[in-house]
């Protein structure tokens, strides 16, 4: 499968990586806004052309993975481009997924393509063990934790303000929670019993500290429902000890069987070294699937819960049956 | 939907209760191999009929669950009944599901119905995650790990021996084993090294007691390859401790991306009071799916590595987007 990538970030360069390390993808050309003659990809000869090109190339590649951010470039990118080709994004704005869904399904369907939105790790993987779990064990109750691992959001709204540099925001799980989660004790948790923050921030020269900390402690939304630690470091420790992208988290699902005679734990996680580069290979795999969804006339949007699994491997059916189930 | 049973042990009985759990489903009838009037399902009202007499039933119900064993009962069973009806089974024979697949595949196929062999939760669950993992990490190793949980198999391969009078076997991840995987070690690790074996044993009375134990620990293929340990306990023992079927495992993949830069752990695992209890419940979702498929005109023999997640689920596509994924 020939791959076009459009946007060349973190998670683009992340799709790159990823689509060489399976052998039945070609990273086939790259997209982006900014000048094409500005943007060398890490690959040797990949061209790269402007976004306004892309429809002179849709012959020239089998799906595009757009990766853009979920605030502002996806909405309105992803239905632009699902008019022109098979396309795939990882919008994670959880609250607006239905509203993206109708708007790419159907630019999709009114072309004859088909799109995969919301494809990651959460949404993505976390999704479909929600669902597998919820189904298998009806009465009960799943839970989400997230890390320990960096929040992109959380970090920038620390480097707003005032007389910070450089910041960086990890999620943490309170492990009491998660202790009392699998243990089945189906805790009512608030956000505050669920995950800590912890924010490591680099000040200008000068900037008040104290003053900073409480902006951070009692920023709505962000930081105010939580307990929040804040660490002042130097611009060379948050260098040499926070430039990595780590992510993960948990779904648990504790559930009964025979009128609650027997308990189940269901429980999947994730420890990732690089939440985009892990992020671009469930796109990579999940593109697999959307070939082999187009080339069955399948058209419209389309999310992680109606691919069936078999479609993300490059192993034949029968192959899977013999040494996978 | 109406759902049959076939086959009314411990298997079916979870079905059964799992049925109650699911406000679209019902308990339609329960064929027996036995007398049907020797059997009394312990739902109100429910018919019993043998099993000669499926093929004046098939209009009565929308799926039969077929709770035969793997070793005898299934690879006879599921094919003649998937000539009748729409059928699902949980055989669990690794190394035979390509022959029993191609039987029911046949079978299935030649009549217009729609078959789901494998189900439950290893080959199930189970082989669904090593499929996902394996399809996002491309560049990885992943185990399986079983237990801590009753070996059937095992249990019964024990009470064979003269002078047993009955015995429980629980088979049980090594957890240095355990942690050299999740620390992404990639270990190369023997039966032996992955798992130990722990055996309740009930002795006839004047039986010799160090002779069943060199019995146990050297019989070949199920335990001869293991750190065996054998308890000789008392009836009244066995009863209160060691009456109930838990299970359980792991799936772990380890891999990396960025050429070997970041490394990311994918874990899901299991710990269920009752296998055959859990067992029954991912047979009644997936039982949802295949009407569902069905209903779309599918035909043949399916495995859950070909059925799309929010099949499982009563929520409609709508509702899952919105509060799922």
Redesign the interface.
């Known amino acids: 499968m020939r791959i076009a990538i459009l946007g060349y970030g973190n998670l683009g360069r ?1 799709v790159e ?2 689509v060489r ?2 052998p039945d993808a070609e990273l086939a050309m790259v997209f982006t806004r900014r000048d094409p003659d500005s943007l060398k990809p890490a690959t040797e000869g990949i061209p790269v052309y402007h976004v306004s090109s892309v429809k002179d190339h849709v012959k020239e590649f089998d799906v595009m993975i757009i990766c853009g951010g979920s605030a502002t470039d996806l909405p309105g990118q992803t239905p632009v481009y699902a008019r022109l080709t098979h396309v795939i994004d990882s919008f994670d704005t ?1 609250a607006r ?2 509203e993206h ?1 109708a708007n790419v399904d159907k630019a999709a369907r009114e072309t004859g393509h088909v799109a995969l939105i ?1 494809c990651g790790w959460d ?1 993505g ?1 976390f ?6 779990a ?6 009960g109750k799943d839970y989400t934790f997230w890390g320990k691992g960096v929040s992109q959001g959380h970090s920038d709204a620390i480097r707003r303000i005032p007389g910070v540099k450089d910041a960086k925001q990890y999620t943490i799980p309170v492990p009491d929670a998660l202790d009392a989660v699998r243990a089945g004790k189906n805790p009512e948790l608030t956000v505050r019993q669920k995950h800590t923050r912890e924010c490591f921030v680099v000040a200008e020269e000068g900037a008040d500290k104290a003053e900073i900390e409480r902006t951070i402690r009692t920023m709505p939304n962000y930081f105010s429902d939580y307990d929040t630690t804040v660490h002042f470091i130097s611009e060379e420790e948050m260098k040499a000890s926070h430039s990595g992208m780590p992510h993960g988290g948990f779904v648990i699902r504790t559930g009964s ?3 609650g ?14 939440n985009p ?2 992020t ?3 796109l990579v ?1 999940y593109a ?1 699937a959307l070939v082999r969804m187009a080339g069955e006339g399948t058209t419209g949007c389309k ?8 479609y ?3 192993l034949s ?2 192959e ?3 040494h ?2």
């Open positions: 992340g990586l990823a390390q399976n959880h997924i239905p869904f919301s949404p993987l999704s479909l063990n929600r669902v597998y919820s189904s298998v064990l009806p009465e069987t025979a009128d005679t027997h308990n189940h734990v269901i429980e999947y996680s994730l420890k990732l070294d690089s580069e892990f671009a290979s469930v795999a697999r999310t992680v819960l109606d691919v069936p699994p078999a993300l491997s490059p059916a029968e899977l049956r013999a996978y189930l």
